[in-house]
Nanobody, 116 residues
């Protein structure tokens, strides 16, 4: 059983930056894909960014060029660097770990609020 704990959320002004961290209680080496998702009030949870074990990345169109996902297998950590934040980035951000088979793991989420 792997537990994921997100941190780094908070209140930031438009144009600001935040770095989210996802700490895994066990090794993330065996997870093929690590991802960040977000859910705004009244909206469905959506993919923000994902990174494979080989380092390939995918981003939602809305965050391309502003967000960067990375993973450190040695430290069992996944990060999301968020720059040029906009009010529409306000949401609860969740970390997700996936293997080729089996159920994925989710963290509890961290709130990001972008407001003047």
């Amino acid at each position: 059983q792997v537990q994921l704990v997100e941190s780094g959320g908070g209140l930031v002004q438009p144009g600001g930056s935040l770095r989210l961290s996802c700490a895994a209680s066990g090794s993330i080496f065996g997870f093929n894909v690590m991802g960040w998702y977000r859910q705004a009030p009244g909206k469905e949870r959506e993919l923000v960014a994902r990174i494979t074990s080989g380092g390939s990345t995918n981003y939602a169109d809305s965050v391309k060029g502003r967000f960067t996902i990375s993973r450190d297998n040695a430290k069992n950590m996944v990060y999301l660097q968020m720059n040029s934040l906009k009010p529409e980035d306000t949401a609860v951000y969740y970390c997700k770990a996936e293997r080729l088979v089996g159920m994925p793991y989710w963290g509890q989420g961290t709130q990001v609020t972008v407001s003047p």
